[in-house]
């Protein structure tokens, strides 16, 4: 059973939705589902585990033979030495990692240095470096030192910021109340500073240099940022501290001091750039940095694992190893036709049933004597006609459920307004406009759910020149159930504690950053882009830990100040995830009947016992019987492993949950 399973029959699995309130996708289905799961083909040697990894790690003169053409800084410079101009940020890049340009909408009040354009190869390099504190008004300035090429500090200011200071941030800046209490010199006079000391043709380096620059509130177009300079896979940045360490042999950022030095960091990203700029990429790539980093992670993750337990066990250890280890055995409960390898497992103790009925009777007596259990029911499974059938009528009515028919509309409107009107609430696949009525009607199909949705309560009812309009989905036989189903959405565990907002901006990120306090409880910021282009789509979801903190910042946000749209998420990121890998349905019209083949109209006609929607439904109760008779506090997961269809595999879904937590949530929701 896949996630389209889950979500075709969603109103049917009623408790499973409840009472397990995460949700995540699953691979499709492997060859042996359940000894991946258990991790039986995993076993690795035993010993000391750093001294595994050590063994393991690949000798720098051989990964290069290998993978030198590969790594990501030859991919980028070639293998040549490049000049200085050549490591500079292009405009693109500097927008791209939003380092504050002129004309940006969000650096209106921002200082440009006088740099003049005139850059050469033998132009002036400066090492930057800038530490912050979090004041009411977001991040800002409390250090600033520059260094000039000779190694020599040209300037080391403490700053005062202009707003109240709620945390000084001191494991990072090493600055404290007591530190900046006599301090008078404000961003102002550091501006003015700045901009008298740099010449014209000034390059500044540093590390993740646009923060340092949005701290200033300065721009300077000519910059060459370490973290981007010395290029990883996946676009992802070395640490300064493991740079420093693995190209300089220096150690920067030790942990017996108090926060950082500001003036240690500018000096060591000025001798990283140096370094590039006289060795050039093929000897940084020869230095095998990705390795060395994996490794170091690997080790930092073992040394904290001896410093926190006991046992410590490998990465990648098998269910059954870590249980071994703590001299616990693993009860494994399944039908007997479905006995696997785990079966002969010496730390594993297995009960073979007859059918699911006595699967559930024997969870119920055995599972409170072991600490980790796993019950296998089995299924008929659904055949893959009948599956990719649901496919394909999963994706029309996902498409139906986000489209929207308007109007009517008088003769003479304003076109360009009203597809401005509708855009407003989020990304449009398509607009099109009906002229098969007595008077204009729009069909508009949007991107995501949650579009369409905020346009039919934004608009439905309203007058739009001087004509009350209708805002409604398409009726069908698939979008009969789409009011139940979106109220059922929304009250998800997954989406209660996000919002959907429309109108948000390429800098919106910043701005919601700036003005944090404002916003209790976020966790997590998500800003689809577009595949193509790479740019930030206009829309986004914001995630937070409770309903009651996104509920106030969607009413925040959705305010006069803001100017966004918005309101509660009916679909959750992995649903997200799975909507987008599905092909992309043939044009038909809207409202036209999907046929099922004839071996399987029968049973998708009537509700008779081997139905799949009655089927589902039983799944969800033998499941729904046994968390009820499990302890309260028990960790739960339910894998639904994928399936295979003539379409191609589906990928599966695991849901988690503990045992009385959905009691809890519903209580505090109620206080």
């Not at 914001?542 to 969607?554: D, E, I, Q, V």
Request: net charge positive; hydrophobic share 35%; glycine share 6%.
């Amino acid at each position: 059973m896949s996630q389209l399973h889950f979500y075709k029959f969603y109103l049917e699995f009623g408790f499973l939705r409840k009472a397990f309130r995460h949700k995540f996708r699953l691979p499709p289905p492997s060859s042996d589902f359940l000894a991946d799961i258990i991790g039986l083909q995993k076993k690795q040697t035993t010993g000391d585990p750093s001294k595994m990894m050590q063994g393991s790690l690949p000798s720098a003169s051989s990964e290069v033979t290998i993978n030198l053409q590969n790594d990501p800084i030859i991919q980028k410079y070639g293998s040549k030495k490049v000049g200085l101009t050549r490591c500079l940020l292009t405009k693109e890049e500097m927008k791209t990692f939003h380092f504050p340009l002129q004309d940006f909408p969000d650096c209106e009040n921002f200082v440009p240095t006088k740099c003049n354009g005139s850059i050469t190869e033998s132009s002036p390099l400066f090492g930057l470096d800038c530490e912050m504190c979090l004041t009411s008004k977001g991040r800002e300035l409390t250090r600033i030192s520059l260094v000039a090429e000779g190694g020599w500090c040209v300037m080391d200011e403490l700053v005062k910021p202009d707003n109240r200071i709620l945390d000084y941030l001191t494991s990072f800046s090493g600055i404290t109340k007591k530190i900046l209490n006599p301090v008078t010199t404000r961003l102002k006079d550091v501006q003015r500073q700045l901009k008298a000391l740099l010449p014209p043709d000034a390059v500044l380096v540093g590390h993740s240099l646009d923060f340092d620059l949005r701290a200033l509130k300065m721009i300077h177009p000519y910059v060459i940022d370490t973290s981007l300079l010395y290029v990883r896979e996946q676009g992802r940045r070395f640490k300064l501290k493991f740079l420093a360490k693995a190209i300089l042999g220096k150690d920067i950022q030790c942990p017996d001091r108090l926060g950082h030095d500001a003036t240690e960091d500018a000096r060591t990203t000025l001798e990283l750039a140096r370094y590039f700029l006289k060795y050039g990429p093929k000897k940084i790539a020869e230095l095998n940095l990705e390795a060395l980093a994996s490794h170091q992670e690997l080790q930092a993750s073992v040394q904290e694992q001896r410093n926190t337990a006991e046992v410590v066990q490998q990465p990648n250890t098998s269910v059954l190893e870590c249980l071994d280890s703590v001299g616990q055995k693993l009860l494994f409960l399944t039908r007997e036709a479905d006995a696997s390898e785990l079966s002969s497992s010496r730390n594993c103790q297995t009960v073979k049933c007859l059918s699911n009925k006595e699967v559930l009777e024997q969870a119920r007596m055995e599972i409170p004597l072991f600490p980790f259990s796993i019950v296998q029911f089995s299924f008929e499974p659904f055949s893959p006609s009948l599956t990719e059938e649901m496919d394909k009528r999963m994706r029309i009515k996902w498409t139906e459920m986000s489209t929207v028919y308007a109007g009517p509309f008088s003769k003479n409107c304003n076109l360009r307004a009203l597809k401005r009107l509708f855009k407003s609430f989020g990304s449009v696949q398509s607009m099109t406009l009906v002229l098969e009525t007595h008077q204009p009607h729009l069909c508009i199909q949007y991107e995501v759910l949650e579009a369409a949705q905020l346009a039919i309560e934004s608009l439905h009812g309203v007058l739009v020149d001087g004509t009350c309009i209708k805002v409604q989905r398409p009726v069908t036989e698939l979008t009969l159930d789409c009011d139940t189903l979106v109220k059922e959405l929304e009250q998800d565990s997954e989406n209660r504690g996000t919002i959907y907002l429309s109108g948000v901006s390429e800098t919106f990120k910043e701005h919601l950053l700036q003005q944090s306090n404002l916003f209790f409880g976020l966790e997590a910021v998500i800003l689809p882009k577009d595949l193509k282009s790479g740019k930030h789509k206009k829309y986004c979801f914001l995630k937070f830990k409770t309903f009651g903190s996104a509920h106030r910042a969607l009413s925040i946000l959705t305010g006069k100040d803001w100017k966004l749209k918005g309101r509660h998420a009916l679909t959750s990121r992995h649903l997200h995830a799975w909507l987008r890998a599905l092909p992309p349905e043939s044009k038909r019209p809207l409202g036209l009947r999907v046929i099922p083949p004839a071996s399987e109209q029968q049973a998708l006609q009537t509700l008779k016992v081997d139905h799949p929607k009655i089927a589902a439904w039983r799944w969800g109760r033998k499941i729904g019987n046994l968390s009820h008779s499990l302890c309260p506090g028990t960790l739960c997961l339910i894998l639904l492993p994928g399936t295979e269809s003539t379409h191609g595999s589906h990928c599966g879904l695991g849901l988690m949950g503990i045992k009385g937590e959905e009691e809890s949530t519903t209580l505090n929701m109620c206080s």
